[in-house]
């Protein structure tokens, strides 16, 4: 006897009911391999051609953005693409932003869009979301804390014929926990098997992201990349003109003025565990002990278990002297920064990208990288490197960088790829590969 799609997954729906469990619940209890077979018996598949005047749509997740822009890191990202895709949208899709919360289901974020693109959204409010076969679900911001509440949705529409699609940033949360909050990598991880179960595919930000997923994917689940496809695309670097406040003019004028003459190196990033900030400051502190006057710029937020790296920095006696740390720069501040310094120095022991190095690149500053993939990924010879983990190993690939810059000898990026957000959409759409996911 032959059912439909819709049929399997009401009988399995009525299946689960007569034994006291609900159809979400039965994937929680299989393995992520097996709740995807479950599913590929209940997926729909595309068949009948785009209706005419009605395209499919897009549905891009900004679950986390719509409440809290920290216009940051993943929210720069998120905010930068969903601009490119409203403003030029595949061809045969609409762009509609949509968002969660645990507690109640996906609506679209007709106010969110009407806010990005200065427009006035009228009387239309966040209605729920509406789906039909052929419609596309990127999971463009990170909700990994969010995903997991809404299993019977993203059952429903894969059994409607909805594909889903998530960008993945990195998988530190459960590489190394150490350097989260406890609650993060427990969170990360039923998210990562949430994705494991329902994706059609998973774009990443960088090859060195997408080698590591395909083998965590591999080694925890035993799918494989042709079970599930990762894919990668390269980010942005595009600086919106958004006017600092006066006094941030100020502090740049009276910066300029006092580092004429010395080495001014310039860190960007949330201030974090990863980071390798504490290594960077003790690293430079040897440096100012031994008589160098050189100039230490970091732009960044306060972020999570970095107490008493904060504390060094507001407290430490060369504070507005030989070290300025600016915690709410905007870009055109940053951008000044990044014309300002004479090099770009980046310490972290792992980054799913790396944008801040493309940023420096862009204006051919000299570049000193932790030897780590994705630096050389996206910088390869382009840089200087460094290894180790205490500040004297920093201390002294600083040292003799130093010296390179001052005697004009140091590198600079010149062939580092700088594109822009655009082109980087384009990226991720050729990576989404929107015909093949009608027509699966």
């Keep these: ?14 299946g689960c009911a007569r034994l006291g469990i609900r159809y979400p619940a039965l994937l929680a209890i299989l393995s992520a391999r097996g709740a995807r077979q479950v599913l590929a018996l209940t997926a729909a598949t595309l068949d009948e051609p785009c209706e005419e005047n009605r395209p499919y749509q897009l549905l891009i997740d ?60 009228g009387e239309n409010a966040d209605l729920p979301v509406r789906t039909r076969p052929g419609d596309i679900f990127l999971g463009l911001d990170l909700a990994a804390h969010l995903l997991p509440y809404h299993h019977r949705t993203l059952g429903e529409w894969k059994a409607g014929g909805v594909k889903l699609l998530f960008l993945m940033y990195d998988l530190f949360p459960v590489r190394h926990p150490e350097w989260f909050t406890p609650k993060r990598p427990k969170t990360f991880r039923r998210w990562l098997r949430t994705l494991a179960i329902y994706s059609d595919c998973v774009l990443c930000i960088s090859k060195a992201t997408a080698d590591d997923l395909e083998k965590w994917f591999r080694e925890q689940y035993g799918i494989s990349g042709q079970t ?52 960077a400051l003790s690293a430079f502190e040897l440096l100012w002990r031994q008589g160098s006057q050189v100039n230490l710029i970091i732009s960044g937020k306060a972020g999570w278990r970095v107490d008493g790296v904060v504390s060094r920095l507001r407290l430490h006696p060369e504070a507005g002297v030989r ?16 014309g300002l310094a004479d090099g770009f120095l980046m310490t972290s022991e792992g980054e799913g990208y790396g944008l801040p190095v493309i940023e420096a690149a862009r204006f051919n500053k000299p570049l000193l990288l932790r030897d780590i993939p ?38 600079v990026p010149q062939a580092i790829k700088c594109q822009n957000w655009a082109e980087s959409t384009e990226q991720l759409v050729l990576a989404m590969d929107l015909v093949t996911c009608r027509s699966r």
């Excluded at 502090?251 to 980071?275: C, D, Q």
């Excluded at 070290?323 to 990044?338: I, K, M, N, R």
């Excluded at 994705?374 to 840089?383: D, K, N, P, T, V």
């Design 228 to 279: 599930l496809p990762v894919r990668s695309f390269h980010l942005g670097t595009d600086f919106p003109t958004t006017g600092h406040l006066p006094q941030q003019a100020e502090a740049v004028s009276e910066l300029m003025l006092r580092f004429r003459g010395h080495p001014s190196i310039m860190m960007v990033g949330t201030i974090e565990p990863r980071k390798g900030y504490a290594q």
């Design 374 to 411: 994705i630096f050389r990924e996206i910088a390869g010879m382009e840089a200087q490197y460094f290894t180790g983990l205490e500040p004297s190993a920093l201390a002294e690939a600083l040292h003799n960088w130093l010296s390179l810059i001052s005697a004009g000898t140091a590198p």
């Design 62 to 121: 900004v679950s986390e953005i719509v409440r809290n822009d920290a216009k940051t890191g993943i929210q720069r990202v998120v905010r930068n693409i969903l601009l490119q895709l409203l403003r030029k949208p595949p061809f045969g899709y609409v762009i509609r932003p949509v968002y969660a919360s645990r507690h109640e289901g996906y609506r679209n974020a007709e106010r969110y869009r009407a806010a990005l693109l200065g427009q006035d959204c």
């Design 323 to 338: 070290l300025h740390w600016f915690e709410d720069a905007d870009d055109e501040l940053l951008l000044q920064f990044y």
């Design 1 to 14: 006897m032959n059912f439909s799609r819709s049929d399997l997954l009401r009988r399995i729906t009525a």
